[in-house]
C-alpha cells in the first residue's frame, strides 16, 4: 500500500471552480495528465505532494475510475467537460470557466482552472 497525502487545489489568477482535494488512493493512483507535450509541472508538483502515479493520457489511456485527477490544458470546448462528466475530479491550466456542449458537467466540485504551482497545497 502506498502512503498518500491530500492536497488542496484552488483556483488560480482568473480561474474558476474548486476548491479541490485531491487524495490518491490504492484504486484511484493516477494523477492522469492530458496536456501533450510529456508531463505538464502541474501533473508533477501534485503526484510529487501526494505520492500518486503521474501518468501521461496522450501516449496511453486509463479507466476513469482509477483517475485521482485529470490535468488539462482545454481552453473551453471538449476536453473541460469530459472528465468531470465521468465524475472525475479536474485541474485546468487555463483559466476557463464552463463552456462547450459538456458545461452541465462541470460543477465547483468538480473542476478548477487557472491553477498554477502555488495554488497546489498539501494538507496536513
Same mark, same amino acid.
Given at each position: 500500500m502506498a502512503d498518500y497525502k491530500a492536497v488542496l487545489i484552488e483556483k488560480g489568477p482568473g480561474g474558476w471552480g474548486g476548491p479541490l482535494? *485531491?487524495?490518491p488512493t490504492d484504486?484511484?493512483?493516477l494523477i492522469y495528465c492530458v496536456t501533450g507535450g510529456g508531463i505538464h509541472p502541474i501533473a508533477a508538483r501534485i503526484a510529487e505532494l501526494t505520492g500518486g502515479q503521474v501518468f501521461d493520457g496522450f501516449k496511453s489511456s486509463a479507466p476513469f475510475d482509477k483517475i485521482a485527477v485529470a490535468v488539462i490544458d482545454c481552453g473551453g470546448t471538449a476536453r473541460i467537460g469530459v472528465y468531470p462528466m465521468k465524475k472525475v475530479k479536474t485541474v485546468d491550466i487555463h483559466a476557463t470557466s464552463p463552456a462547450g456542449p459538456l458545461a452541465m458537467f462541470i460543477t465547483e466540485e468538480l473542476m478548477v482552472s487557472g491553477v498554477k504551482a502555488d495554488n *497546489?497545497?498539501? *494538507?496536513?
Open positions: 482535494t *485531491i487524495l484504486e484511484k493512483p *497546489i497545497k498539501p *494538507i496536513d
